[in-house]
């Protein structure tokens, strides 16, 4: 196993640099596994002795408490991308973004719209990793993953890993799976994009939903939104230090939604209508950034050197100072405003290490 060993009575300065939002504090061990067979030993070796484990890869989906973390970071950097006609499998170390473009020059569609999410491939089941009207779930078909219970290695279906919007088995038990592979059915559309989902990638190429056009040109455009909301990683752009979305677009049920709608007409007038979208029977998904803005947390909202992105009202970003207690005292103030403002609570997305809102 390859390892960054430090004196055990040394901990390791900062677990900062492996976040894109650069913050956290310090661990007192840090292993790095290249192979699958070194995810395990180092999962077992932790399990044995009691030791707390935090797995990290890609590190965009982490909110980690200045005192850092008391116990082993296991780093997954594994790497495998094996594409088979429309059948691909990543090692969970996999760049994400890199096997997105992958899959789009080889002509095959179903991830196009999900480019420049930074992170790696095995984070993607995880949170059901989706913007722009695609999500990991719809072609996502194996998870190979390390039982820590049982302590072997099995398979789940995509029915077994029970997704839901930005959810799954392995988000709601993260002791339960170390996920080592991931496999997908991509569509082989002779280079043509699936069917264009979201309203704004769709006003973006000049189609209508449900159109298809190049893969490529999807990809293009959807790196072209993202970038435009500071959500492409860019080291001297401290509007991408950040965690992605750190809030998740609340869904409502009919009678809190029209409690909302309520709420919106008191606030803001008797013909304004908030963002709605069907969720399933009587549920409702409305729009998160919409509710930040609405309660008064603008673009770049923010005094100190945690501040909303200049760019996106959901991306909370460090301006390349802060702490963590600084970006959780911002967003706490985000969500009880929008509380207050609306009645409606957000949740954040990112997992939280140490920390909580």
């Not at 013909?271 to 029977?281: L, Q, T, Y």
């Not at 009202?313 to 929008?338: F, H, I, W, Y």
Request: aromatic letters at 6%.
């Amino acid at each position: 196993m390859q390892e960054l060993h430090i004196d055990p009575g040394v901990p390791l300065a900062s677990l900062a640099p492996l976040t894109t939002l650069r913050l956290g504090g310090p661990a007192k061990r840090l292993v790095t596994a290249t192979t699958d067979d070194e995810v395990i030993a180092a999962v077992r070796e932790a399990d044995e002795s009691g030791t707390p484990l935090l797995i990290v890869a890609g590190g965009s989906n982490l909110v980690i408490a200045d005192e850092g973390f008391d116990g082993t970071v296991l780093r997954i950097a594994t790497r495998g991308f094996d594409l088979t006609g429309s059948r691909l499998e990543l090692a969970a170390g996999e760049n994400w973004s890199k096997a997105v473009a992958r899959t789009v020059e080889a002509g095959l569609a179903g991830v196009e719209c999900l480019a420049g999410i930074p992170g790696s491939a095995g984070a993607t089941p995880i949170q059901n990793v989706g913007a722009y009207g695609q999500e990991v779930s719809s072609t996502l078909t194996e998870v190979v993953a390390y039982d820590r219970r049982r302590g072997e290695v099995v398979t789940l279906t995509n029915a077994e890993c029970d997704f839901s919007y930005r959810h799954s088995r392995f988000k709601a038990d993260p002791a339960g799976h170390v996920v080592l592979r991931v496999r997908f059915t991509l569509e082989d559309a002779e280079g043509l994009s699936a069917p264009i989902r979201y309203a704004e990638t769709a006003r973006l190429l000049g189609v209508e939903a449900g159109d298809r056009v190049p893969a490529a040109q999807a990809r293009e455009a959807v790196l072209r939104l993202r970038a435009g909301k500071g959500m492409v990683l860019d080291p001297d752009d401290h509007d991408t230090w950040s965690a992605g979305s750190f809030f998740t677009n609340p869904i409502l049920d009919e009678t809190a939604f029209a409690a909302f709608v309520d709420r919106v007409r008191e606030r803001l007038g008797p013909d304004v209508a908030p963002p709605a979208f069907p969720a399933g029977e009587g549920r409702t998904k409305t729009s998160a950034a919409w509710l930040i803005d609405k309660a008064g947390f603008t673009k770049g909202y923010g005094q100190g050197p945690a501040r909303i992105s200049t760019k996106h009202t959901l991306a909370l970003t460090n301006r390349g100072s802060a702490t963590t207690a600084d970006l959780l005292a911002l967003a706490r103030e985000v969500r009880d405003g929008v509380h207050e403002a609306f009645g409606v609570t957000l949740t954040n997305e990112p997992v939280m290490v140490g920390c909580a809102l």
